[in-house]
């Protein structure tokens, strides 16, 4: 049933099987002998795409209420026992992911030998509920659901450039110079990239309308832009400071408050029942 669910909701035996850690192969034995002990067929095969048959259809819907079931069972299990145990399934923004969060990982399986945590990394909203997520980090504002947010502290963002750009371009004094600057475009997954660049001082915002003919994706590469002098860069305090103390970048604008964005840690109520889950709930909010 697992497989099943798993191939319906990947949509190919392949991506089910990195998911399952399995082989596309077994992953279709599974398929094929669970249409076999039923005797009808649940999935349209061709060779570019699957769908689901009418049975399948209905099928797999009360495969996700029993798998679901199942894992409330071994949850169970979890909550009546003082050790924290079994696989964790996190997910959380790439840049914040990879840089911030990943030493409090490491540090969180040190001291909890029989934890696992399955990582994803994305800047895509993830469904907690559809894809299963026990817990996720997550930047921006929150759209209205029945998630459980907890507040973090903010993810507060900085100007930089390198000083081989900033003795060719001149350095910027106040918010308005930099509508006369190259300014690199961070593109989130769902959206171009941020063309008003807001800061701070004595109470008083500034909103700057910038451009910039590079927009990366991705914050490393959108930093080693910057560090080849093409730019100035709008990014995380935490992922610059390195390249900061060793004078690679420098600060721009600093006596204004830059942007900061609320960052929330999300789960299920349901979830938090788990030792697993509420071990890493505390440590995340001591943390961060």
Not at 228 to 244: M, Q, R, S, W
């Amino acid at each position: 049933m697992a497989a099943f669910v798993t191939a319906v909701e990947s949509g190919s035996f392949a991506k089910a099987a990195e998911r399952l850690s399995l082989s596309p192969q077994m992953v279709a034995k599974h398929v094929v002998a669970l249409e076999q002990r039923l005797g009808a067929s649940l999935l349209n095969r061709t060779t570019r795409r699957q769908s689901l048959t009418a049975l399948g259809s209905a099928y797999y819907e009360r495969c996700k209420h029993i798998l679901s079931e199942a894992q409330a069972a071994d949850s169970l299990v979890q909550v009546m026992s003082d050790t924290p145990c079994g696989r964790l399934k996190v997910s959380a923004p790439v840049t914040f992911g990879s840089h911030s969060l990943m030493p409090f990982i490491t540090d969180f399986l040190r001291q909890h030998p029989r934890i696992e945590i399955d990582l994803h990394l994305t800047d895509r909203l993830v469904d907690l509920v559809d894809e299963e997520y026990e817990v996720a980090f997550r930047i921006g504002p929150l759209a209205s659901s029945t998630l459980v947010a907890r507040p973090l502290r903010h993810y507060k963002l900085i100007a930089c450039a390198a000083p081989s750009y900033l003795a060719d371009r001149g350095v910027p004094l106040v918010p308005n110079d930099l509508t006369n600057h190259e300014c690199l475009g961070y593109a989130y997954w769902s959206r171009p990239a941020d063309r008003e660049w807001e800061f701070s001082k004595d109470s008083v915002t500034e909103r700057v309308q910038v451009s910039s003919r590079l927009s990366v994706n991705e914050s490393r590469a959108l930093v080693s832009a910057a560090l080849e002098g093409f730019g100035i860069v709008l990014g995380p305090e935490d992922f610059l400071t390195p390249a900061l103390r060793s004078g690679e970048l420098v600060r721009l604008l600093a006596e204004y408050e830059t942007p900061s964005r609320p960052m929330h840690l999300l789960y299920t109520a349901n979830r938090q029942r788990t030792v697993k889950v509420r071990h890493f709930i505390d440590a995340a909010l001591a943390r961060f």
